[in-house]
């Protein structure tokens, strides 16, 4: 066992704490896929209750998810997958040790299409409820059949895409902080940790929305003959 | 003297056992049960603690430390303890479970033959309701002898009904009926507690329960204001409300004949079957499209609002008196 | 046995005068001071939420309460529930102690994550202001329970605050889980097999494994409730077809394992204790590890025990009552595995030894307590009544709280390099369980009389009961702040502790105290077992001193 080694030994990001790169590396892991379980459990409280809701009205359920628009669920939900793939492809950039300016490309790719994402849903669809009077406790002004359990479905469809919203704002400040990282040459094929977990987590929430996407989109089905 | 003194002794423990008493009267026929039963958790509870305590004093004593480098003298794991004492307390657990259960599952379904009241519970207190009419207000007159069937419903927040004496308690929720049975075996006073913190008065939303002779409760419940039945005032909103436009006594109305539908199953437009009960009538009443049924439109209006808890179980008192499987009442 | 250091009679530099100045505190990653700051906080907030329990006895001596309105005494339990659970007892040991010794106790030199770590305890100062501000502009007064309809649309308080800052120390909790989770994962010392970890980081790791996958169901929970009062939209509001009762099953999801939160750390503290102090290796070693495991398991499929009279089905209620006994099984086996741990051992009687066999006393009698409520019928009668309140502070006060004392006199000569006074030490501890079961023995006989819990007033015929149990308060009150004065002096005072006061066995213990920042100059190896102390074949006699009688 070595004693405390000497600092030019040790690649830059190294944590004392730690007695090797491979300790700390499995580490960042093991603590991610850990932070990761439990925003499994945060999600699935309101995953669990919005399945019991739906359960016990489930008319009221359907017309809710009828207010909502496929189209726009669609297209976030590609530009998602997208965003998923250009985080991927920035990971193995550092991997295989490419140029900083190439990680940095797939980061930016991968900020912009969250921001397009998040910009989709404010404009296009969470603007559009306001103004159409379906957001429960801000403008409600709905009127059609089925009225109490329209708004129990419209308030878990802002709160459990609201949520998601706010971990992928979380996901573009990441984002931007690995960004600089980048800039400043802290990556290298010894050392990505940052950015690998970064992905897993920008994973999760993608895998979420899928989730939140045909929950809350899809339901009751919409085309003639289903 | 020595017996002099032992006798005083023993007159002060009986006289404070009077005045100390480790249970309500047991004054319900489920009462006993449950009182057997927490007598042998006691045991197991005094027996274990003993034994435990007892164990350690021993050990405390007999393996002290003599001198300050002592050590300790070798021992082994065993097996068989640790089976043992996994097994034993498993054995005893399974043996509680059974009972308990056992007892739990027997006094959850109401007799059949049991006089309904029905009982509303609001910021801070409790209206109970008679079928035969009688309006009472934190006091509950029931007959000895007597299963009696509470159907309970709260107008605010989550209140609970718990009568020590009788060891029945229940939740009262909001938006639902829920139901607590029991048969009196002691004539007498005992207490009424809201047992589930409601809110400022919470300590305050108490009353009494008289169980009383049933001579005696035939008079009390014949005394006092002449009242109509809850079924009589049932039809005087069912003829206020014009409900008989559209539930039609013969049939061929707007909506189904209401005659021998308390107690059916019937099957709702979305399909699944649901028996005609209190629940089904009040949602009915406020929230009709949720249960219409699928050969009449959906046209019912709600009525959230224009009637109150009261008065639903008014009304269902009338749609039970017009025929059902079960009817009740003296 | 790890390679022996060199330790000067005091330690020259430690973690204490590494550095001075506040900004050093505050702005620490060292683990064993982010444990004192935790130490700090939490013994504050836990006078903090003995005041109001304090009061609320002195009100209960006279049937129709001595000192408040109804309205006043509903937020002083709501205040005493609440700053209790979340600000004390689910953060005491895992932040005071887990933290300080966790990576101690495995031969590691801090936490997976120091940064992490610091700001662990920034959340839950940032959580327990919300809380104190709540409580200091008029409190709450739904009870620590929050039940709707009452908390979302009836209650004039302030819900949303006091939840906030519950919310916040949530993921004080989540974060510290997380971070003990990988710790024991990837840092023990070379040859620190699982199987030859201290119990305590059993215990830790299981403690860690509900503080990760319960916690974040409350904060949901939190959420939605605090929506549904600030929005005023109908989640648990049957007007809307909502359900109260689904804010309980979600509640309790979380609130029933956090009580193992709360126990199971003060087991793995016993665990230590007893060994030290009989300095015999446990017995059972493997049966009391996987009986921490067992327990945390369990702990989440009981919750519908707190809910058998809410109407809901019967067949639901014969499972949770089933599954409730079950639970008990494990704790058994550890009362049982600490006693034969006693057996043959070479017993001393200092104070953590005091704590931790009133422990094992008080938590056989609150875990038994316990199988009353596992038990339906007998519930449905005691529910809600002051037979739940002796239960649960039984194990919580009986067993954590005794726990964590026992701990903290155990440690401290490691944490500040003191000793304290061990005869009022005792003195306390014997206050401490003599007020204590006055205090709250009583209570089960006034639950099973009918007496229901969170009265402002109750019926005269239960007053006898009441003053006992306010007179037993006002004695564990005196004997709290005996400990709070003497561990003070000592820590200016008391003799210099050296690295093993105890000759107890464990890495700590082969450290200097106070510990130096980076807790081992070299990172020792590990070739033996947990307690493994020197033992005396049996039979065997001799007249070398040191030898045991058999």
């Excluded at chain 1, 969250?114 to 009127?143: Q, S, T």
């Amino acid at each position: 066992m070595s004693e405390l080694a000497a600092h030019g030994a040790h690649p830059p990001g190294f944590a004392h704490q730690f007695e090797t790169v491979g300790q700390q590396r499995e580490a960042g892991r093991l603590g991610m896929w850990v932070f990761l379980v439990t925003e499994i459990l945060f999600f699935g409280g309101m995953f669990a209750s919005y399945t019991i809701y739906r359960a016990l009205h489930y008319e009221s359920f359907v017309t809710g998810s009828h207010l909502l628009e496929v189209k726009f669920g669609a297209t976030n939900t590609y530009v998602l997958i997208c965003s998923s793939l250009t985080m991927a492809l920035a990971i193995r950039s550092a991997q295989t040790g490419k140029r900083k300016g190439q990680i940095i490309f797939w980061l930016i790719l991968t900020m912009i299409f969250g921001a397009l994402f998040l910009g989709l849903k404010l404009r296009f669809e969470w603007y559009r409820d306001y103004v159409d009077g379906i957001v429960p406790g801000i403008n409600w002004a709905y009127n059609g059949p089925h009225a109490p359990g329209v708004q129990m479905f419209m308030c878990f469809y802002f709160f459990m895409t609201r949520l998601h919203a706010l971990h992928m704002v979380a996901g573009l400040g990441v984002l931007t902080v690995l960004v600089i990282m980048t800039a400043r040459n802290k990556f290298s094929p010894e050392y990505y940790a940052p950015l690998e977990i970064s992905g897993l987590y920008w994973h999760f929430v993608d895998i979420v929305w899928i989730f939140l996407f045909a929950l809350l989109y899809l339901i009751g089905g919409r085309y003639p003959g289903s | 003297m020595m017996i002099g003194f032992i006798e005083s002794g023993l007159n002060s423990v009986r006289g404070a056992a009077a005045m100390f008493p480790l249970q309500p009267p047991a004054a319900s026929s489920i009462a006993e049960g449950v009182d057997k039963l927490y007598l042998a958790l006691t045991g197991i509870t005094l027996f274990f603690s003993v034994l435990i305590f007892s164990i350690i004093f021993y050990f405390m004593v007999k393996y002290r430390r003599r001198s300050d480098d002592e050590i300790a003298a070798e021992t082994h794991t065993s097996m068989v303890l640790e089976l043992g004492w996994t097994i034993i307390p498993s054995l005893i657990c399974v043996v509680l479970f059974v009972w308990s259960s056992t007892l739990y599952v027997r006094n959850s379904r109401p007799p059949a033959a049991s006089t309904e009241i029905f009982v509303i519970g609001k910021q801070w207190m409790w209206h109970l309701q008679h079928s035969e009419g009688p309006r009472e207000i934190n006091e509950l007159h029931v007959p000895v002898g007597v299963p009696v069937k509470l159907t309970m419903t709260s107008q605010d927040v989550i209140h609970d009904f718990y009568i020590p004496a009788f060891r029945v308690k229940k939740d009262v929720l909001p938006g639902r009926y829920s139901s607590v049975w029991f048969q009196a075996t002691e004539t007498g006073t005992y207490h009424l507690f809201c047992a589930q913190y409601c809110g400022t008065n919470h300590s305050e939303m108490i009353g009494w329960v008289y169980v009383m002779t049933p001579t005696d409760y035939a008079a009390w419940l014949a005394g006092g204001e002449k009242t109509e039945s809850l079924a009589e005032q049932g039809q005087r909103l069912f003829i206020q409300f014009d409900c008989g436009s559209c539930h039609v006594a013969g049939g061929g109305g707007r909506g189904p004949s209401l005659a021998g539908l308390y107690g059916k199953p019937e099957k709702l437009a979305s399909g699944e079957t649901r028996v005609v009960d209190e629940s089904l009538i009040r949602q009915a009443i406020l929230v009709p499209n949720s249960v219409h049924m699928p050969s009449y439109q959906e046209i019912m209006p709600t009525y959230q609002g224009q009637i109150d808890e009261e008065q639903i179980l008014q009304l269902i008192a009338y749609v039970k008196s017009l025929g059902s499987e079960e009817r009740n009442g003296k | 046995m790890s390679t022996a250091q060199a330790v000067p009679a005091e330690s020259s530099v430690n973690y204490l005068n590494a550095n001075y100045g506040i900004k050093s505190w505050l702005l620490t990653f060292d683990h064993k001071r982010i444990g004192l700051l935790y130490l700090a906080s939490i013994t504050l907030m836990f006078f903090v939420g003995g005041v109001p329990a304090v009061l609320m006895r002195l009100h209960l001596i006279e049937p129709q309460g001595a000192l408040f309105e109804p309205e006043t005494y509903n937020k002083l339990f709501s205040t005493h529930g609440i700053i209790m659970v979340f600000f004390f007892l689910v953060p005491s040991i895992p932040a005071t102690l887990g933290n300080f010794l966790i990576p101690l106790m495995i031969g590691a030199r801090d936490v997976a994550f120091p940064k992490l770590n610091l700001m662990s305890w920034y959340l839950f100062i940032i959580g327990a202001s919300f809380a104190l501000y709540a409580t200091l502009s008029g409190g709450v007064d739904t009870g620590w329970t929050f039940y709707p309809p009452y908390s979302s649309s009836y209650s004039q308080t302030h819900v949303v605050a006091v939840a906030l800052g519950v919310f916040i120390a949530g993921f004080s909790s989540i974060l510290t889980g997380l971070n003990f989770i990988v710790t024991i994962h990837k840092m023990r010392a070379p040859g620190l097999t699982w199987f030859r970890l201290p119990l305590f980081i059993w215990a830790m790791y299981a403690t860690s494994l509900i503080f990760v996958l319960g916690t974040p169901v409350i904060a949901v929970t939190l959420l939605l409730l605090g929506a549904e009062r600030i929005l005023h939209v109908g989640i648990f509001d049957p007007a809307v077809g909502g359900d109260p009762l689904l804010f309980q099953h979600l509640f309790w999801f979380y609130s029933h394992p956090a009580v193992y939160i709360m126990i199971l750390p003060g087991m793995g503290v016993v665990s230590e204790l007893v060994t030290a102090f009989s300095r015999k290796k446990i017995f059972g070693y493997s049966f009391v590890a996987f009986s921490s495991l067992s327990i945390a398991v369990i702990s989440f499929v009981v919750w519908g025990h707190h809910m058998f009279v809410t109407g809901q089905s019967v067949y639901a209620g014969l499972v949770f009552s089933v599954l409730s006994f079950l639970v008990a099984i494990p704790s058994a086996i550890k009362v049982f595995n600490w006693t034969a741990t006693l057996y043959r051992g070479s017993i001393s009687y200092e104070a953590p030894m005091l704590y931790a066999l009133g422990f094992i006393g008080l938590f056989t009698i609150g875990g038994l307590t316990g199988l009353f409520l596992a038990s339906l019928a007998t519930d449905v009668h005691l529910n809600g009544t002051y037979f739940i309140v002796a239960h649960f502070h039984y194990v919580m006060v009986g067993g954590a709280v005794m726990a964590y004392l026992g701990g903290i006199h155990y440690w401290w000569p490691k944490i500040t390099g003191r000793l304290y006074p061990d005869l009022w030490a005792r003195i306390a501890a014997a206050i401490i369980f003599i007020g204590f079961n006055l205090t709250f023995f009583p209570q089960f006989i006034l639950g099973y009389l009918g007496m229901p819990r969170r009265y402002a007033v109750y019926p005269a015929e239960f007053q006898v009961l009441n003053v006992m149990s306010s007179a037993g308060a006002s004695i564990l009150g005196i004997g709290y702040l005996i400990p709070l004065i003497y561990l003070t002096w000592s820590m200016r005072y008391g003799p210099i502790a050296g690295p093993n006061p105890w000759k107890a066995k464990g890495l700590e213990w082969t450290i200097p105290s106070p510990p130096p920042t980076e807790n081992f100059t070299e990172i020792p190896i590990v070739t033996e077992e947990a307690y493994n102390y020197p033992v005396a074949e049996l039979r065997k006699y001799s007249n070398t001193p040191g030898v045991a009688r058999v």
